[in-house]
């Protein structure tokens, strides 16, 4: 088992930046990809970026240059660094953990889940 505990969301004006923490406990050091994602009201789950255990990290084409992932093994803690927020960035962020080496941007083949943390990005 993996627990997982998101923390680090809030309102903020468009410009501003976040960086949000995902605590992991458990087995989370034999997680092969963790991952961000975010839901908007009304949306599908959508994959923002995740990190190999190796450290090789992945993201959203569109957040490229704005968003950053990284993890800190010796506190089994992975971030979101978000700059240069914007209104449509507002959602409810996830983390989440997953054993299988594909599909790191889908959603449903994650196997752990944290409870999330809301992100308003206010114009």
């Known amino acids: 088992q993996v627990q997982l505990v998101e923390s680090g969301g809030g309102l903020v004006q468009a410009g501003d930046s976040l960086r949000l923490s995902c605590a992991a406990s458990?087995?989370?050091?034999?997680?092969?990809?963790m991952g961000w994602f975010r839901q908007a009201p009304g949306q599908e789950r959508e994959f923002v970026a995740a990190?190999?255990?190796?450290?090789?990290?992945y993201y959203l084409n569109s957040l490229k240059g704005r968003f950053t992932i990284s993890r800190d093994n010796a506190k089994n803690t992975v971030y979101l660094q978000m700059n240069s927020l914007k209104p449509e960035d507002t959602a409810v962020y996830y983390c989440?953990?997953?054993?299988?080496?594909?599909?790191?941007?889908?959603?449903?083949?994650?196997?752990?889940w944290g409870q999330g943390t809301q992100v308003t990005v206010s114009s």
């Open positions: 990190i190999r255990w190796s450290g090789s990290t």
């Open positions: 989440a953990a997953k054993t299988a080496i594909y599909d790191y941007s889908d959603y449903r083949k994650y196997d752990y």
């Open positions: 458990g087995r989370a050091s034999s997680m092969y990809y």
